[in-house]
């Protein structure tokens, strides 16, 4: 629907995509005025031997770069500052982010943390540093977190065991590869979790109050992308399904940018911050209570990401496909192996009315509760939880 008030849409990164586009690296960097790059990655990445195809383009355009490969996953305040030591070190003036959300979130802080000082523990919020980060080139190597496009960025405070989002207009990375020959290799269970994730991404998109035909247009694209192409991506070595699925996360996380993110990714938070839960599974495995509990209020939108998801529009009223949708993202999560509940190690009973009160405190998750089409008061998040541990047919 139309807003009544004022919207701002933002997406200033930009994107180059298809299969042999990191071939382009070098010379983008060189455009970029980058003459010394600081690759920030992992292990596994390092293993898998794709940072080869990433140091290649530079040598080929004569700019040196060295790698940072400590970042773990979901990584802290310590990660950061060891990176940004390295970088200062190496007097590197470009960061390369390659990975999952993990290393591309600590690339994009490191560059942060390299121009306005201090520990990225200084910036959580929105809006709180004044300088712009360092140029840097995001590239994924799961179609899943989005984060290449987008202004937030989640690094984990060891110390209180949460993940803090730090986010500003000016934290968008310039430039995103977008090569889906880095994903031939990815696993069947890691391309599933973090495909999932980028499709709740986008169904919390269209869920929202600040949804427009704008970022509708986008999350549909990207529901309708991921839902025709990710098992058949998950399970093979297609690089035009994983192409397809990589477009559409990037898809999702510029819409859930601008419309927001909403109740599944808030619910998700307690889960992965108090009990390490990786992101993916967390949302994958929350996603079917979140919608059953949002559809009443919500049936319109959940219809047309019911025609996004293969149903025909004219087929059933509103409130019937909307009930379709559901059972179409429970037949995909069933088709990617997903469980359906989770494990007492993954959610303690015991601290489900913790968990409430952390998503009933101001901060970014409470906006994400509170921006869904039907807000969740006390009650609903306890009764949520304890829906997540019993199971859905
Ligand atoms: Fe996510």
């Not at 200062?88 to 290393?103: E, K």
């Not at 998950?234 to 996380?253: E, F, P, Q, T």
């Not at 179409?328 to 190690?345: G, Q, S, W």
């Amino acid at each position: 629907m139309f807003p009544s008030e004022m919207r701002q849409y933002l997406a200033p990164t930009r994107l180059l995509y298809g299969p042999g586009t990191l071939s382009q690296l070098g010379q983008e960097v060189k455009n970029m005025g980058g003459s010394s790059v600081l690759i920030v990655s992992d292990q596994g990445i390092a293993r898998a031997g794709l940072l080869e195809g990433v140091i290649e383009p530079l040598s080929q355009a004569g700019i040196p770069a060295e790698t940072f490969i400590d970042v773990p996953v979901d990584p802290g305040v310590a990660c950061i500052s060891q990176g940004v030591e390295l970088l200062q070190a190496l007097q590197a003036d470009l960061i390369v982010g390659v990975g999952g959300g993990s290393p591309m979130c600590a690339a994009k802080a490191i560059a942060l943390v390299a121009t306005n000082g201090g520990t990225i523990r200084d910036y959580v919020g929105f809006g709180q540093f004044s300088q712009s980060p360092l140029p840097t080139v995001c590239i994924p190597t799961t179609a899943g977190s989005g984060t290449e496009v987008s202004a937030v960025t989640i690094i984990t405070d060891e110390e209180q065991h949460v993940k803090m989002a730090i986010g500003s207009p000016l934290a968008y990375p310039p430039l995103a590869i977008l090569d889906p020959e880095l994903l031939i290799s990815l696993p069947f269970w890691q391309a599933a979790a973090s495909g999932v994730d980028a499709l709740s991404h986008a169904i919390e998109a269209c869920l929202t109050t600040q949804a427009t035909p704008l970022t509708d247009a986008l999350a549909l694209g990207a529901i309708q992308l991921l839902g025709e192409n990710l098992v058949h991506a998950a399970s093979s070595r297609d690089v035009i399904a994983k192409g397809a699925c990589l477009l559409g996360s990037s898809m999702a996380n510029i819409a859930c940018g601008n419309a927001r993110l909403a109740l599944n990714h808030a619910l998700t938070w307690p889960i992965s911050s108090l009990f390490g839960v990786p992101h993916g599974l967390a949302n994958g495995v929350m996603l079917p209570y979140t919608l059953e509990f949002v559809l009443p209020e919500a049936s319109e939108a959940m219809a047309r990401v019911a025609v996004a998801m293969g149903e025909n529009p004219s087929s059933a009223p509103a409130a019937q496909l909307a009930q379709r949708g559901l059972d179409r993202v429970k037949a995909l999560l069933t088709a990617l192996e997903f469980p359906t509940t989770f494990a007492p190690d993954q959610l303690d009973r015991t601290r489900i009315p913790e968990m409430a009160d952390m998503l009933l405190q101001p901060g970014i998750y409470s906006l994400f509760r509170q921006v869904t089409l039907r807000v969740a008061g006390r009650e609903d998040l306890i009764e949520l939880y304890e829906r997540s541990l019993a199971g859905w047919s």
